[in-house]
Each structure stands twice: as structure tokens, then as C-alpha cells.
């Protein structure tokens, strides 16, 4: 009985922790800096902190911006010409979000929404709206 007790006595000077992860598994750290139970915990900790939380919106931008890129791509290498017309209804239907772009390129009445490789303008005609797909 009396060897059963000692084995189970904490021999380190550090008090055991909650890894802070949030995982919730308490473990003895071995160094007084250790917050986490090991690289694994410190890693999710990492890629899912307040970094993830501060960038949220930025990177929700840049991948709607990415994506516009790719829908415009898509029907750009499809059509094969200069500039490609189309109705606003398709791109849409893609994912396509015209409210995201990268910058605007205006020459006289021609107002181009740049996105990464591509640029996109968008014309009424009665109750359609037309995409004008170009390069940049
Ligand atoms: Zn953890």
C-alpha cells in the first residue's frame, strides 16, 4: 500500500495544466513555458488562434476575389476571344459575386473591375446584365 501512494506522487515541481488548445487534457508540463500537451496541440492552438480570427474577413475576401478569377477563366479559355459576353445570370449561377474585385480600371465610359488575371464590366441591356470578360 505505502509503495502504491509514492507512485502515484507528482515528482515534479510544476503543477499540472489544462493544455491550453482547448482540448481540455490536463498534462504535466516539463518546462515552466510549456502551455501545450505537445507540438500536435501547439500547432491547432496556433492555426486556429486569434490569428485565424484577425484575418477571417481578409481571407474570406481574397478567396471570393480568387474565385471570380477562376469563374472568369473558366468561360474566358472557353470562348477563345478577346473579350467574352455574358449574361450575368450564368457567371451567378458559378458563384460568381461581382460585389468582390481587386481594383478598377476606368478608361472614357468603360469601367473594368480588375480581379487577378482577369477584368470584368458589367452592362445593362432592358432587364439583363451582361459580364464583359477581358485580360487585365
Ligand atoms: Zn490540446
Do not use: W
Amino acid at each position: 500500500m505505502k509503495q502504491n501512494r509514492k507512485k502515484q506522487e507528482n515528482p515534479s515541481p510544476l503543477a499540472l495544466r489544462i493544455c491550453a488548445c482547448g482540448c481540455g487534457i490536463e498534462f504535466q508540463p516539463r518546462r515552466s513555458d510549456q502551455f501545450h500537451l505537445n507540438s500536435n496541440h501547439f500547432n491547432f492552438a496556433y492555426n486556429h488562434g486569434p490569428r485565424k480570427v484577425k484575418y477571417a474577413m481578409e481571407n474570406f475576401v481574397t478567396k471570393a476575389i480568387r474565385k471570380n478569377d477562376r469563374i472568369l477563366e473558366k468561360y474566358f479559355r472557353l470562348f477563345k476571344q478577346d473579350t467574352v459576353t455574358l449574361n450575368l445570370v450564368i457567371l451567378q449561377a458559378d458563384g460568381f459575386d461581382s460585389r468582390y474585385y481587386s481594383g478598377v480600371d476606368s478608361k472614357g465610359q468603360n469601367k473594368f473591375f480588375c480581379l487577378y488575371t482577369y477584368a470584368f464590366m458589367l452592362t445593362k441591356e432592358g432587364s439583363n446584365t451582361n459580364v464583359i470578360i477581358k485580360r487585365k
